[in-house]
């Protein structure tokens, strides 16, 4: 059997169509159900803070527990327009400093307050839920990013607990080719490069 190729450390992997992209999140029942029951957020949604979106499936299980963390009980899977993505990171800035990415730490801090969106890189996870030698993208949307994202972006949200209580059940009973079976289908995107995309070189906090 043929290994497949170890992705690149840093690589925007989301299941996605021709014009959409989805993402993940995490809610109380409260927010989540509404959401998925009427295909957008509801006016509860605070469009003021700072929310994270996550393109992969399997980082999502890991932040919520795969839905049995408190208040993230439900899982919405979150299709936006892909134009809306490629906007977020054409006005992001990583939510770390990192040198020979920017050219000092007052430049990257004076970007932050400038920018509605932050790019983060995290261990992509396994089945398991343990780390993987490369990243995740996780997307910080705050300001006209957030608001842009509930109002404009946003082409369908569904309730996908069901999916990752199934997942989760097969990992426990060792069935893992049927979990693997069940995941969403995630492949690179092909997206203009942001500029916030780390090279492969660069280091991580």
């Known amino acids: 059997m043929n290994t497949p190729p170890t992705p690149p450390r840093h690589e925007i992997r989301a299941h996605q169509t021709a014009t959409t992209v989805t ?22 949604w605070k469009r003021d803070r700072m929310t994270w979106i996550k393109p992969s499936f399997l980082w999502m299980m890991y932040r919520c527990g795969w839905g ?7 899982v919405l899977a979150v299709e936006i327009a892909r134009s809306g993505l490629e906007w977020a990171l054409a006005n992001a800035e990583l939510s770390h ?11 990257w801090k004076r970007s932050l307050r400038t920018t ?3 790019v983060q890189w995290d261990p992509e996870r396994d089945l398991d839920l343990n780390p993987l ?3 995740s993208l996780q ?6 990013a957030s608001r842009r994202y509930a109002d404009e972006w946003t082409v369908s949200i569904r309730d ?6 199934e997942v989760h059940a ?17 492949t690179p995107l092909d997206l203009p490069a942001p500029r916030p995309v780390l090279p492969a070189e660069a280091p991580v906090a």
């Open 116 to 118: 509605p969106a932050r």
């Open 160 to 165: 996908v607990t069901p999916l990752a209580h």
């Open 97 to 107: 400093y990192v040198r020979g990415v920017h050219p000092d730490q007052a430049t």
């Open 139 to 144: 997307l910080g949307l705050s300001g006209e």
């Open 170 to 186: 097969a990992v426990r009973a060792g069935e893992r080719e049927r979990a693997a079976a069940l995941l969403p289908v995630e």
């Open 23 to 44: 993402v993940y999140q995490a809610y109380r029942p409260a927010i989540g159900l509404p959401a998925a029951r009427d295909g957008r957020f509801p006016a509860a």
């Open 68 to 74: 049995t963390k408190e208040g993230q009980e439900t």
């Open 133 to 135: 030698p490369y990243r």
